[in-house]
């Protein structure tokens, strides 16, 4: 029952949050949240609705893992394999060690954490091993030896007597070399069968929190009968074990998160180590289907006690995350909220899961495949149409996400990015018309055609990759340029666009499917809500084909490192050079420096190097460089050799390895074109570099020689793009040299199969000598 003062409260503002629903604000949910916290700041609601008085102050769990920053009460379990070395006989202080220090790092952050242990079995069983050696006789000694070594039998309950006051030793010292203090609590299953009993346990442990003394529980195993197979009671749990106990003991002390810790990383959709079996980084108890793997190597507890205490816990507003304990820094990553081990929630999950996401893109992408190219370049020009006809719909979206960014302190670079207007949403559709005409047979196409043997032909043809997955930056008009080329391909498609775009991503990405819709399923294409599901995406190999990441090199190398057997294709950087030969045309190169860096500087194909060859260092034209960039707003940076000339200068560049994105530059001074070439493949991203020059040697070995996907000769680095090479539109620019390189259009999203056609033919046939193969080359039938 609330108090006089609670009810009154939420009463208060239960009738305000009518009141201004009355009027068109609906925020009761924020009146609610905001009484609870008046009455105690403790009780947290976090994303929940509040509906009744009784409901108002009770503590809910966190829905999502960046709630888990803002908890105070912390309850960690050990289990006996993460702190028990693989003998079974002794600690393994190296991981206990790591655990200890991450607990006093939340308790001195302020955090009151509680620990339940296990431990004292195997510390015991290591100190009367060796007393019972000891006390054998010669004999015994022998047949020991003769038997194979095996170790005598040591009852557990005399274990755990001889090792409890060792293990709290150890705590103790550890926990002191951080400042922090300990104190021993040992339960038994008939103190929590008794009101009175955890009344006097709840009032201890609150007075030791009080003190920022760490409280250490564990169950007196000396004292404490074997493990029965009894049946939980009345909702309330059995402490059959220390998984039990510390559910139980989290319940009672109203604590806000449980991290069970044993030597597995959480939940699995199948028996771990099984090719289809995945990591649950999320689980419902209401929604998800598990499979439990049975025991840990030692301890009481398997699997099925950990989901049973978790989702106990859970059922009275704990949060619990079940992990590895061998993890670095598994319980500091939870609390801020990294996605470590399995995260009970009872969030309904709003859209569809990821996993079927892709799946219904797998199966979309065989309809789609199976359309003629009319029908596909059909739905690309439906799509091009809508642009056009909701483009005041689009720019109105659009213009909120520009608000929202300015609003957040957004880079000028990345709002470049993100603003969309007329003229880009008119070159867009033109695009995507140009993708549609020039892809209506890009899928099936004969690439080739062999005659093998008298009355065998072998062709070549282009089939679709499969499915896509795309992430991409703060560019909305990315959105429909990828959506196009997957749909003309024959490829399903999960898209995952950034958070600055989400308004802008929504409207575009429900044109794509009313587009789509009358031709083939809207699931073909898909947008991927959560950032916390690419994770999860990136092992789905079965239905999953390639990646390709548009963003930052941090961002590329991360989803190269979590992919689990997927390729990735993209770029790096875009560390772009110009270099002005001896023999250039000056003026030429003015315009191209020009266009090169300020067109549009947060492009990725923006010049960042400008490498000028020496003999123009003391020239006209040296200057007038640099008074150019000046009046365009660019920063200069000078490399290391331009910089020991300069008396009086620009800065030093940090790095000439930089992708600035911004009217920002280096500049630099080479001795000849062979430096140049050196330079740019040194310090460069094999993205695009151009030279400018009139000597068609010096031309042809630039060209030749730079390993970049684009390579230019008296032209901006601009050009580098899949619209202005008439690609339609890009998926991105790749910096591989495997599969696709430079600006990825329809040919890069494609791949072939052999299609063998015969008259009854058997290899045995030529090995015997029966047929020869002739292995001749047909024209093509288009042909």
């Known amino acids: 029952m609330l108090s006089q003062r609670a009810a009154t409260l939420y009463r208060a503002c239960r009738g305000l949050s009518q009141g201004l629903s009355a009027v068109g604000i609906h925020q009761p949910r924020h009146c609610n949240r905001l009484a609870a916290v008046l009455i105690n700041p403790k009780y947290r609601c976090y994303a929940t609705e509040v509906n009744d008085e009784e409901d108002f102050l009770q503590p809910h769990a966190a829905l999502l893992r960046s709630d888990l920053n803002k908890v105070k009460r912390i309850v960690i379990k050990l289990g006996s394999a993460v702190i028990t070395r693989e003998d079974e006989c002794g600690l393994a202080l190296g991981r206990l060690g790591s655990i200890v220090e991450q607990v006093a790092e939340l308790q001195n952050q302020g955090r009151e954490m509680i620990m339940v242990t296990s431990g004292a079995v195997a510390f015991g069983k290591q100190k009367l091993r060796q007393e019972a050696v000891l006390s054998m006789s010669m004999r015994q000694n022998l047949n020991s030896i003769e038997s194979g070594g095996r170790p005598p039998t040591l009852e557990p309950r005399a274990c755990a007597a001889a090792g409890q006051s060792g293990l709290m030793s150890l705590y103790d010292a550890m926990f002191l070399q951080y400042g922090v203090k300990t104190a021993q609590i040992l339960v038994t299953k008939p103190d929590f069968q008794n009101e009175h009993s955890r009344e006097n346990l709840r009032e201890t442990i609150s007075e030791l929190l009080k003190l920022n003394i760490i409280p250490i529980v564990n169950a007196n195993d000396a004292v404490a009968p074997p493990p029965e197979p009894d049946m939980d009671l009345a909702g309330v749990i059995s402490v059959k074990d220390n998984d039990s106990l510390a559910a139980r003991l989290a319940s009672e002390l109203n604590s806000e998160l449980l991290v069970i810790m044993s030597d597995v990383d959480g939940l699995y959709t199948a028996p771990p180590g099984m090719p289809d079996s995945r990591l649950l980084h999320t689980y419902s108890p209401d929604r998800d289907q598990v499979i439990i793997a049975g025991k840990s190597r030692v ?148 690439l080739q055609r062999t005659q093998m043997a008298e009355g065998m032909v072998l062709e070549k043809i282009s089939v679709p990759i499969g499915v896509l997955m795309v992430i991409f930056e703060s560019r909305p008009d990315a959105l429909p340029q990828v959506a196009a080329l997957s749909i003309c391909s024959g490829n399903g498609l999960l898209l995952k666009g950034g958070k600055e775009a989400k308004h802008s991503n929504k409207i575009l990405f429900s044109l794509v499917q009313e587009a789509i819709e009358p031709f083939a399923p809207i699931d073909t294409v898909a947008l991927v809500s959560r950032r916390e599901d690419i994770a999860d995406l990136l092992h789905l190999n079965q239905y999953i ?103 009086f200068g620009p800065s030093l560049a940090a790095s000439m390895k930089t992708e600035y994105g911004s009217l920002e530059c280096a500049i630099e001074i080479v001795e000849d074109l062979d430096e140049a070439i050196e330079h740019i493949n040194k310090f460069g991203s094999s993205h695009t570099d151009s030279i400018v020059t009139n000597n068609d040697e010096s031309a042809a070995k630039f060209l030749k020689m730079v390993d970049s996907a684009c390579v230019f000769r008296n032209a901006s680095t601009r050009f580098a793009d899949g619209y202005r090479f008439g690609l339609g539109a890009e998926v991105g620019v790749s910096t591989s040299r495997i599969h696709a390189r430079g600006p990825v259009g329809i040919e890069g999203l494609l791949t072939y199969k052999y299609v063998l056609t015969g008259t009854g033919q058997a290899a045995s046939d030529f090995s015997a000598g029966k047929e020869k193969f002739i292995h001749e080359r047909l024209p093509l039938i288009s042909d």
């Open 299 to 446: 301890g009481t507890g398997g699997m099925d006690s950990k989901v049973k205490a978790a989702t106990y816990a859970l059922a009275r507003h704990c949060s619990v995350v079940i992990c590895n304990g061998c993890e670095e820094n598994a319980i500091v990553n939870i609390v801020k909220g990294k996605k470590v081990g399995t995260f009970f929630t009872n969030a309904v999950h709003k859209g569809t899961p990821v996993e079927l996401q892709a799946k219904k893109a797998r199966e979309g992408s065989r309809k789609l495949q199976a359309l003629s190219g009319m029908h596909r370049a059909a739905i690309v020009n439906r799509l091009a149409d809508l642009l056009l006809e909701r483009q005041a719909d689009i720019l109105a979206a659009n213009q909120q996400d520009v608000q929202e960014a300015f609003a957040e302190g957004m880079q000028q670079s990345d709002m470049a990015r993100l603003y969309l207007s007329e003229q880009k949403l008119e070159t867009l559709a033109t695009g995507l018309r140009q993708i549609g005409t020039d892809s209506v047979d890009a899928v099936g196409k004969v």
């Open 545 to 647: 084909d390639l990646v390709v990441p548009r963003g930052s090199e941090e961002l590329v190398t991360r989803i190269q490192q979590q992919s689990q057997g997927i390729p990735v294709l993209g770029h790096s950087e875009g560390i772009c050079h110009v270099y002005v030969d001896q023999d250039a045309d000056l003026e030429m190169a003015l315009h191209i420096v020009k266009d090169s860096k300020c067109d549009y500087p947060a492009a990725c194909n923006s010049m960042e190097t400008l490498l000028i060859h020496k003999d123009h260092r003391h020239s006209l034209f040296f200057d007038k460089m640099c008074e150019m960039l000046r009046l365009q707003g660019v920063t200069v940076h000078a490399g290391p050799k331009l910089g020991q000339v300069l008396k």
